[in-house]
């Protein structure tokens, strides 16, 4: 039987046009890959049981409250039994009153410049989601500034070159990918994806795939 991913698309704030374009992406990558998409926006997705069907969760540019009480225990649950989670762009605009879900992702989002060009540096190769990447990536988004750096507690793997856009706040040290596995399974993330078109560049298809084949394993 084919792994199935649960890909939760919920906002409760802003809501990214692009995200019909990421279900379709994600849906496409499971048809190359063998892995079933299911896509929700219903909170009743993450109570009772229902998790443990799921190879991975993923959080597609989600925004705001999206989860119930029990919802977010057993969410917790999934993780710290060992399965994996990721978090797409927005994924990082949510749950800003669970303290457990900041480390769960990594960070938490700040404020982004203006949608934009710019050069991402590719920091380690030797893992799924960048492995297929050039080393000085152009490419167009918001360029996520977070509320504190999360490198102390993951593995970065891409920062963003702010010399290369205007706007940033993050000089020093920017980073815009990265995964972990504190407290259970592994978790992926990138700030990548603002737009629609993102999600047909074959580059950022194999970061995502990359990234859930990452936490899925």
């Not at 084919?2 to 496409?28: C, M, N, W």
């Not at 938490?108 to 934009?116: E, S």
């Amino acid at each position: 039987m084919a792994p199935q991913v649960l890909l939760y698309t919920r906002t409760t704030a802003y809501r990214h046009t692009s995200i019909p374009d990421g279900i379709k992406a994600f849906t496409e990558l499971g048809e190359d890959h063998g892995f079933v998409v299911e896509a929700t926006e219903a909170p009743e997705a993450f109570e009772g049981r229902n998790l443990a069907r799921y190879a991975a969760v993923v959080f597609l540019s989600t925004s705001g409250d999206v989860l119930t009480d029990e919802g977010r225990d057993n969410l917790a649950s999934y993780h710290q039994g060992g399965r994996g989670f990721m978090g797409v762009h927005a994924a990082a605009c949510t749950e800003y009153d669970w303290p457990y879900y900041g480390t769960l992702l990594g960070a938490r989002f700040a404020r982004h410049p203006a949608l934009q060009p710019g050069i991402v540096s590719v920091e380690d190769t030797n893992h799924p989601s960048t492995g297929e990447l050039p080393r000085r990536w152009a490419f167009t988004d918001e360029w996520y500034d977070f509320r504190a750096n999360p490198r102390p507690h993951v593995r970065v793997l891409a920062t963003v070159d702010e010399s290369s856009y205007e706007g940033g706040r993050m000089p020093d040290d920017h980073p815009v990918a990265w995964c972990h596995a504190n407290g259970g399974g592994r978790v992926f993330y990138t700030a990548l994806g603002h737009t629609g078109e993102s999600f047909r560049d074959p580059l950022f298809r194999s970061h995502l795939w990359g990234g859930l084949k990452s936490v899925m394993e």
